[in-house]
T-cell receptor, first 111, second 112 residues
Framework: SQQGEEDPQALSIQEGENATMNCSYK?????LQWYRQNSGRGLVHLIL?????REKHSGRLRVTLDTSKKSSSLLITASRAADTASYFC???????????FGTGTSLTVIP | SAVISQKPSRDICQRGTSLTIQCQVD?????MFWYRQQPGQSLTLIAT?????????ESGFVIDKFPISRPNLTFSTLTVSNMSPEDSSIYLC?????????FGPGTRLTVL
């Protein structure tokens, strides 16, 4: 399966703390993207990082990419209760346009 | 970006019946995708739907079970045929614009 894996599967933190989620994948990629999904809803695109980039920021989000280890991390700083959601990484392979999603991390931010 | 709508948003169906899910995009796009998300799971790609050609199905998914139409550049349908309780999932369509995929709100299907 091309599906990546994320860890942890579930994460519970206090509001104001930072949350870090990791994603590993299996094949060479063009880009890696992170999405958020609130319970039972569609996916919201958060950030895209290209294979030739190592780090990217967007507001309270920081994404890193290590293509040698085939891994990425998403850091959410100063978390808020509204950040409670599932977070997925998705990769598109060099050989196609399909996206393959990681297993997801369920984040709970406690007010 | 793109605004994507799906119909229906949810449905409860009987075993053995079929349901057609519609996906509408507010702009013309070449590639549309259909995903399934089983309860508590990640997304699994069912097929890629390009206008003017047959859909390309991923391993484990077949056209007889999940026929797809793509009549124009803003619309696609996915039919879940001869449903069983194992088909209970959220079905999501997405479109690719440059390097990003944008998702519809999903259709929550429950099969009794």
């Amino acid at each position: 399966s091309q599906q990546g894996e994320e860890d942890p599967q579930a994460l519970s933190i206090q509001e104001g703390e930072n949350a870090t989620m990791n994603c590993s994948y299996k094949t060479s990629i063009n880009n890696l993207q992170w999405y958020r999904q609130n319970s039972g809803r569609g996916l919201v695109h958060l950030i895209l990082i290209r294979s030739n980039e190592r780090e990217k920021h967007s507001g309270r989000l920081r994404v890193t990419l290590d293509t040698s280890k085939k891994s990425s991390s998403l850091l959410i700083t100063a978390s808020r209760a509204a950040d409670t959601a599932s977070y997925f990484c998705a990769t598109d392979q060099e050989t196609g346009n399909q996206f393959y999603f990681g297993t997801g991390t369920s984040l709970t931010v406690i007010p | 970006s793109a605004v994507i709508s799906q119909k229906p948003s949810r449905d409860i169906c009987q075993r053995g019946t079929s349901l057609t899910i519609q996906c509408q995009v507010d702009s013309q796009v070449t590639m549309m995708f259909w995903y399934r998300q089983q309860p508590g799971q990640s997304l699994t790609l069912i097929a890629t739907a390009n206008q003017g050609s047959e859909a390309t199905y991923e391993s484990g998914f077949v056209i007889d079970k999940f026929p797809i139409s793509r009549p124009n550049l803003t619309f696609s349908t996915l039919t879940v045929s001869n449903m069983s309780p194992e088909d209970s999932s959220i079905y999501l369509c997405s479109v690719a614009i440059t390097d990003t995929q944008y998702f519809g709100p999903g259709t929550r299907l429950t099969v009794l």
